[in-house]
């Protein structure tokens, strides 16, 4: 089943902060984020293992709370080039080597304006 | 060499003919993937490949047939395929099967 995200949509101004949620139905291993430009392909920003770990990429960070089969990606001080479609992706907990697959979420496409 | 690529960007075919998208990398990743993606919608997972051998198929029409010829070429052949097969396929690789995901630019695919 296809991992929520929310909010679907959202714009804000240069500079300004965002949240994008991730949530599961299912037991989660890992969860990845990505950015897609329209017209572009998918870019990997970052993954997070079960653990509860929280993860940096300049301004963009991310959180995992494996219990609750979610995960957050924070946006600070949002830059135009921000712009694009959000999307998880989970990893159920695995069973069998070379058997990993990513579900992609829902997207939520973010619009960043001066 | 940092990147996926893929070829053709744009493909339009008829529903009786047979043509083959193609993905290259030639950077060591040993596990390569399919996605089809429509539009505003995230890329939907169609076959997995790990370390040359199909070990993922997202229960995906024979219409769409993978081929792994080597580890750094993967081919999606496609036959008789219907108008709602139209989509952006995408394929992508990672060093080994989850980790991070490189993405080819994609093909996009009309069928009249």
């Known amino acids: 089943q296809q991992p929520v995200q929310s909010p679907q949509a959202v714009i804000l101004r240069e500079g300004e902060d965002a949240v994008i949620n991730c949530s599961s139905s299912k037991a989660l291993y890992s969860v990845h984020w990505y950015r897609q430009k329209h017209g572009e392909a998918p870019v990997f920003l970052m993954i997070?293992?079960?653990?509860?770990e929280q993860k940096g990429h300049e301004k963009i960070s991310a959180s995992f709370n494996e219990k609750k089969q979610q995960s957050s990606l924070y946006l600070t001080a949002s830059q135009l080039s921000y712009s694009g479609t959000y999307f998880c992706g989970t990893e159920p907990p695995l069973i069998n080597f070379g058997n990993e697959k990513l579900t992609f979420g829902t997207g939520t496409r973010l619009t960043i304006i001066p | 060499d940092t990147e996926v690529t893929q070829t053709p960007k744009h493909l339009v075919m008829g529903m009786t003919n047979k043509k083959s998208l193609k993905c290259e990398q030639h950077?060591?990743?040993?596990?390569m993937y399919w996605y089809k993606q429509k539009a505003k919608k995230p890329p939907e997972l169609m076959f997995v490949?790990?370390?040359?051998?199909?070990?993922i198929n997202e229960s995906v029409p024979s219409r769409f047939s993978p081929e792994c010829p080597n580890s750094s070429l993967l081919n999606l052949h496609l036959h008789a395929l219907q108008p709602e097969d139209s989509a952006l396929y995408l394929c992508?690789?990672?060093?080994?099967?989850?980790?991070?995901?490189?993405f080819g630019p994609g093909t996009r695919l009309t069928v009249l």
């Open positions: 992508a690789s990672s060093p080994t099967p989850g980790n991070e995901q490189f």
């Open positions: 997070l293992l079960k653990g509860g």
């Open positions: 490949y790990s370390y040359e051998k199909l070990s």
């Open positions: 950077m060591g990743h040993r596990a």
